[in-house]
């Protein structure tokens, strides 16, 4: 069994590093904007209770309004209709909430076409320098994307044609789905899919094929590029919400200085 004792103490002299992968919770968080017809999330908003006056002389607390999956985010299988029958939010066993890092990153790509798709490929050549991706692992995809996390319409990339952001080939989100044995994968964009994917075959693979196969997304990180390619060990704490679909969380990545 492992010495937890080591690790407390590691923590508290700082040889082990805490790094928070969330983005700020705001009224000006991206969220992810849908055609018309179809229902969309809410921005997320704070309603005043009191603060230190004649509501409450002594305290400072709000209301909050939002969405399931609004900022740095967490998407349970049920999120998707090919995870509709399997684990709401609550039901997310805690021992997959943690698991060891990976990190894949293509922010070279990206940064000259911000529709790039990590492909089979491209995850075959990172095990081949780095070693097979580990069982229980979080897969976390750098695109260095997180650059526009504080401007909304920078952050979407959208024209006529929708919006321009990176993601996966349905060929990778396939092999991740089936070939692997990940807890989930964590992006720096809106959502775990391209901004292209509604065009895809399927439309949205992300979203199919992982939700499907019972793993999880995670949205919205940054600060991925203070992680080691491994090594690290990733902490994802959504809120238990009984039959949620997703739940805004905080990210922290454990880290050996």
């Known amino acids: 069994m492992a010495d937890l004792s080591g690790l407390a103490a590691a ?22 904007g849908l055609p018309p017809e179809f229902g969309q999330t809410a921005t997320f908003q704070l309603e005043l209770i009191s603060e230190y006056d004649e509501k ?5 607390w709000n209301n909050f309004h939002t969405g399931e999956h609004t900022g740095t985010h967490f998407d349970a ?3 998707w209709i090919t995870g509709k029958d399997l684990d709401d939010v609550s ?25 790039f798709c990590l492909d089979v ?20 995809y750098r695109t260095g994307w997180s ?7 920078a952050y979407a990339n959208a024209d006529a044609n929708g919006p321009h952001t990176p993601g996966l080939t349905p060929a990778a989100a396939r092999y991740l789905a089936e070939e692997t044995e990940i807890l989930g994968m964590g992006v ?8 292209g994917a509604f065009g895809f075959d399927p439309p949205f693979p992300c979203h199919t094929m992982l939700m499907g196969a019972n793993k999880y997304g995670v949205t919205q990180l940054r600060n991925l ?14 809120l238990p919400i009984v039959k949620g679909s997703g739940s805004p969380c905080r990210v922290l990545a454990l880290v050996n200085k």
């Open 11 to 32: 923590l508290v002299d700082g040889s082990v590093e805490v790094i928070d992968l969330t983005s700020p919770l705001h009224s000006g968080t991206p969220i992810l």
């Open 56 to 60: 409450g002389p002594a305290w400072y």
């Open 77 to 79: 299988p049920n999120h």
């Open 91 to 115: 039901q997310v066993p805690a021992q997959r909430l943690i698991g060891p890092a990976v990190v894949i990153d293509t922010t070279a790509q990206v940064a000259a076409n911000p529709d």
């Open 121 to 140: 490929s491209d995850i075959k050549e990172w095990e081949a320098a780095n070693g097979a991706i580990p069982k229980g692992a979080w897969l976390l």
């Open 147 to 153: 650059k526009y996390g504080d401007d909304p319409a």
């Open 188 to 195: 720096e964009t809106v959502g775990t899919d391209a901004g």
């Open 225 to 238: 590029h203070r992680l080691p390619v491994t090594g690290a060990v990733v902490i994802v704490a959504p």
